[in-house]
């Protein structure tokens, strides 16, 4: 199964840890975790490239954990309302889009929230 965690501060969404495989496919096979890595991969390019904000990531692959934290989703750390929303927004967006993929897979998937203030 693989957990995914997004983390917010004040009502908005900044980052996220995912860990596991989902076990739904065979190891290089699995569509649902190839899914999940595609998205993942999709907004940490769109925070750096298309918003010109820095992203903290780190991928492990010994223990399948990733971690993503934009502090620019933050109004402490980004004075610019338009990228602070984009980015935001866009974490906001993967929380749902993972929480719908619940309907279907809520065998190999785990999708929580907590509220703790952002560290890098």
Do not use: W
């Not at 908005?12 to 899914?35: P, R």
């Not at 991969?41 to 010994?62: C, G, H, K, P, R």
Request: aromatic content about 14%.
């Amino acid at each position: 199964m693989t957990k995914i965690v997004f983390f917010r501060s004040g009502g908005v969404f900044y980052g996220f840890e995912e860990q596991g495989h989902t076990g739904y496919g065979e190891a290089g096979d699995d569509i649902l975790c190839a899914a999940i890595s595609s998205m993942t991969m999709f907004l940490i390019n769109t925070i750096e490239v298309a918003y010109a904000s820095s992203v903290d990531y780190t991928i492990e692959d010994d223990d399948t954990r990733i971690r993503v934290c934009a502090k620019a989703a933050l109004p402490e750390f980004e004075s610019d309302d338009y990228k602070r929303y984009a980015v935001s927004g866009i974490m906001m967006g993967y929380y749902c889009q993972l929480s719908d993929m619940l309907e279907e897979y809520a065998d190999y998937l785990d999708v929580s929230v907590m509220d703790k203030p952002y560290e890098k």
